[in-house]
């Protein structure tokens, strides 16, 4: 089986041996009491070898490029995070999942795409879609013990429509979640 | 400059149209084009991908996601633990959902896809071993 390389620009992706962790700005603790001067900065963010391993075999350049040439860029400066997908979702025994799933807003310069040489691949930057922005649906980490490094995992990400009334936010986000938006930054 | 060793796998020459089942986020994405796209929420069971760059000519939809397969399958009293091709289940929504949210999936599903991924097996029940679980 051929080892594919990837090269990324700066220092943002941490290999976990089965998966990847990048920083993401802290949405999840509320600012101010009680978490005071305590309260982190960053959080961390995961995504799995095996979704890398499964968008390889579909040679989804474009979901490739995302995973390494967008959220680890964009991840340190999301902009707001909603909760709630409002739609139905079980897992596992969970009949109403969707109100689990977080939604973070990035505003990426660039669209990114993988280029394939041989095994080498290298990424490839494109403008990006015009009035869209670009979203990664995150579910919390259930075994932090097994897991410590990590506090999110990403489970999709992709552009959406922005809001016609307020450009930084998803199209229909007041009634597309569960809460509209549960942090801004 | 960091540079990472991605898991082993082959990746293929080139891009085929595919159907996976998403266990975590409960649904099934279809794509029939490798390219940048806009997800559009059509309602609670449908998104549509629409192009981000459509080629000249070609359709401004390149996929679809259909959303809450377990709840889909648990009405329909059929097993979640079974594997169905892309036909069966689109043929359940089809006979299950309000036909008008169905009208892009159907155009796409009929002039985009091709007969053998059309008929490809979605297993439900082997794609249960993400890490995050």
């Keep these: 089986m051929p080892r ?156 959406v429509d922005s809001d016609p009334d307020a450009p930084q936010f998803p199209v229909n986000y007041m009634q597309r979640y569960e809460k509209a938006c549960i942090w801004t930054g | 400059m960091q540079s990472f060793e991605l898991p082993e796998g082959q990746i293929p020459q080139d891009f085929r149209p595919h159907a996976i089942f998403d266990v975590h986020l409960d649904c099934i994405r279809v794509l029939t084009r490798d390219t940048s796209f806009c997800e559009i929420r059509v309602d609670p069971f449908i998104t549509v991908f629409r192009d981000n760059s459509p080629l000249p000519g070609g359709s401004h939809y390149v996929g679809f996601a259909l959303k809450g397969i377990n709840h889909l399958l648990n009405e329909l009293g059929l097993d979640i633990n079974a594997s169905y091709t892309l036909a069966d289940i689109v043929d359940a929504i089809v006979r299950h959902r309000p036909a008008s949210t169905m009208a892009i999936v159907l155009d796409l599903y009929k002039s985009n896809l091709a007969d053998d991924v059309r008929e490809s097996t979605v297993d439900l029940s082997t794609l249960r071993e993400a890490i995050a679980a």
């Design chain 1, 4 to 159: 594919y390389t990837i090269s990324l620009d700066g220092d943002r992706l941490e290999d976990f041996g089965d998966y990847y962790a990048i920083k993401c700005k802290n949405f999840r603790d509320p600012v101010g009491p009680p978490l005071g001067g305590n309260r982190p900065q960053n959080i961390k963010v995961g995504f799995t070898k095996r979704m890398v391993k499964r968008v390889m075999g579909e040679r989804n350049t474009f979901m490739l490029g995302a995973l390494f040439g967008i959220i680890p860029v964009e991840m340190p400066r999301i902009t707001s995070a909603h909760l709630g997908v409002k739609r139905p979702l079980r897992y596992e025994q969970d009949g109403n999942a969707d109100g689990n799933v977080y939604v973070v807003v990035m505003h990426p310069t660039n669209d990114v795409y993988a280029s394939i040489e041989g095994e080498s691949i290298s990424l490839i930057e494109l403008d990006p879609p015009s009035r869209e922005v670009f979203v990664a649906l995150l579910s919390k980490n259930a075994k932090p013990e097994q897991y410590p490094e990590v506090d999110f995992w990403l489970e999709h990400c992709n552009w």
